[in-house]
């Protein structure tokens, strides 16, 4: 899944499971970092905001971010559970 991070940074989806939200980024975030991205689903924009919970470089240009969603509605999360749930 598309995602337009709040700096303007691309980044992409990878795992969802209703809680947590795995994505790769071109730039790390620290742990406890507020962070807001839109995902483009079906030609629309949705916004989303969470919380890091961790960085890790998976190769010289891309981190592994994951992040615990807050304020989230129920049908985003059905959304993200449809696109990206294991």
């Not at 969802?16 to 742990?31: H, I, Q, W, Y």
């Not at 689903?41 to 992040?67: N, T, Y």
């Amino acid at each position: 899944m598309k995602l337009r991070l709040e700096s303007g940074h691309d980044a992409v989806g990878l795992a969802f499971d209703g809680n947590l939200l795995k994505l790769t980024s071109p730039v790390a975030f620290a742990p406890g970092s507020p962070i807001r991205f839109n995902a483009i689903v079906e030609a629309k924009e949705r916004s989303f905001e969470g919380r890091v919970l961790g960085s890790k470089r998976v190769d010289d240009q891309a981190f592994e971010v994951r992040l615990r969603l807050v304020n989230l509605r129920r049908e985003d999360r059905e959304l993200l559970l449809t696109n990206l749930g294991a």
